[in-house]
Every structure is written in C-alpha cells, then in structure tokens.
C-alpha cells in the first residue's frame, strides 16, 4: 500500500527556515518523480519543486518564486523526500503537499506552513 506521510510544517516568522520531510512506504522513492506542491484556500495547487529519478539523473527544478530559497533532496536510505525552505516569506503560507509519480500519482494529506509575523 502506497503511503506518503508529510511532516514539519509549522509557524514561523520571516526568515526563519524550515525542513519538511516526506517518508514514503510501499514503494521506491528513487523510482518516482517525486514533487512538493502548495496550496492556498481558493488557489490552485501549485508545484514547488520536484526531482526526477535515479535513473535521471535526480534532476531538480523549481518554480520561480523559491529558486535559491528552497532545496528538494531525496534520501534513498530512508526513503523519505525533503524540501529544505530557507529565507521564508509571508507569501510561502501554504499547506504542502507531497507527491509521487510513475504512471500514477499518489499524493500525501499535507502539512501546514505559516509564516508570519
């Protein structure tokens, strides 16, 4: 049974910086593409950042507003994805979503991120 369980969301002020992680189970996550997406009430959810797999190249791209801010990695002995978000902004206040592709896609239940003053 796939599962994708997100966790390290919180409440932070500007600038600060935060790791979410994402722990996957019933499958490899080497072997997905696997993504961050964000999601604001009333907005479409958007994608983050996202890594392609090993066999790849674990090629990395994000979306415009957190280049050089935010790092997806992948961590195979754990099977567990990360975004590393640094500089935090008000306007990065979003739930994030986890996500896996290969054919399917499966998605986590999410983590809230709030940053505010």
């Known amino acids: 049974q796939v599962q994708l369980v997100e966790s390290g969301g919180g409440l932070v002020q500007p600038g600060a910086s935060l790791r979410l992680s994402c722990a996957a189970s019933g499958f490899t996550v080497s072997n997905y593409v696997m993504s961050w997406y964000r999601q604001v009430p009333g907005k479409e959810r958007e994608l983050v950042a996202r890594?392609?797999?090993?066999?790849?190249?674990?090629?990395?791209n994000y979306a415009d507003s957190v280049k050089g801010r935010f790092t997806i990695s992948r961590d195979n002995a754990k099977n567990t994805v990360y975004l590393q978000m640094n500089s935090l902004k008000p306007e990065d206040t979003a739930m994030y979503y986890c996500?896996?592709?290969?054919?399917?896609?499966?998605w986590g239940h999410g983590t809230q991120v709030t940053v505010s003053s």
């Open positions: 996500n896996a592709l290969k054919v399917i896609r499966y």
């Open positions: 890594i392609t797999t090993a066999t790849a190249g674990g090629l990395t």
